[in-house]
DNA sequence: GCCGTGTTTGACTTTTACGTCAAAGTCAAC
DNA sequence: GTTGACTTTGACGTAAAAGTCAAACACGGC
């Protein structure tokens, strides 16, 4: 057990480059393990992967990613830093949902365009 | 009647630069009128505006936005034309519900780290 | 008549998130 | 013992989406 994961494996499963994990290796977002030079990744840090692609998805930046990695990692401890940490959640909060709503909204306008898609298809069928 | 809006107002209401705007017309997403040389936005543009604006929080592309755009303006009439599209809509769609899901994961995380918070915070404000 | 504010074009710069390529090391297999 | 698959670092390149800056035009108010 304790299985290990390659480079490759790894870009392999999650449809990304080497260069991408050398480049969040470099950005400190994941740490993998060395055998001499060669990177090893644990389950670990496969599932940090994953949390990283899904920031990434919904359009955080890296350094955004970094710093919501560091809050799991080393939870503030001081009465401001988590007073300002709160706000910051709050903020990226109204942020999503916002986004959500976009989505949403564009969600249905594409119904509407396939729909009219569909219309104009059958129109087409029938005429011909 | 007929209101005509600066380009300044804009910027102020969206909170983005006129360099943006400037951008947008470059890339062929809006044609604002022209007194001479200064552009003058109509109700019309100030609404594409903000859908652009939607877009691009949502994550597309500005050749993303212009290619709908362009559906809105001109729907293809080809049968082929149309049943591409109709795929292109359901990939879109796809991918802005896997988003979907990614934020929803997100802001239940978010929920479990601003409770984290309140609850050192509790500890500490009793603490002291 | 000039001041402040707004606007224009054009050119150059910047940031983010990687892509691309070169040169070299590792290691199992044949 | 060399081929082939994989890996490394380092350096340079790139695409998207603006930011920044300069120089000049527009115009209402005082």
Known sequence: ???????????????ISTRTLRFYEDEGLIHPERRGRTR????????????????????FTIAEIREIIQVYKDPPGEMGQLQL????????????????????????????????????LAEIGVGT
Do not use: W
Request: charged share 45%.
């Open 1 to 15: 057990m304790n299985k290990y994961y390659s480079i490759t494996e790894l870009t392999r499963e999650f449809g």
């Open 40 to 59: 090893l990744f644990r389950p670990a840090d496969r599932h940090l992967i994953k949390e990283i692609l899904r920031g990434r998805r919904i359009g």
């Open 85 to 120: 940490l709160i706000k910051r959640v709050e903020e990226k909060r109204e942020d999503l949902r916002q986004k959500r709503k976009d989505i949403e909204d564009t969600l249905s306008e594409l119904d509407n365009v396939e729909e009219a898609c569909l219309t104009r």
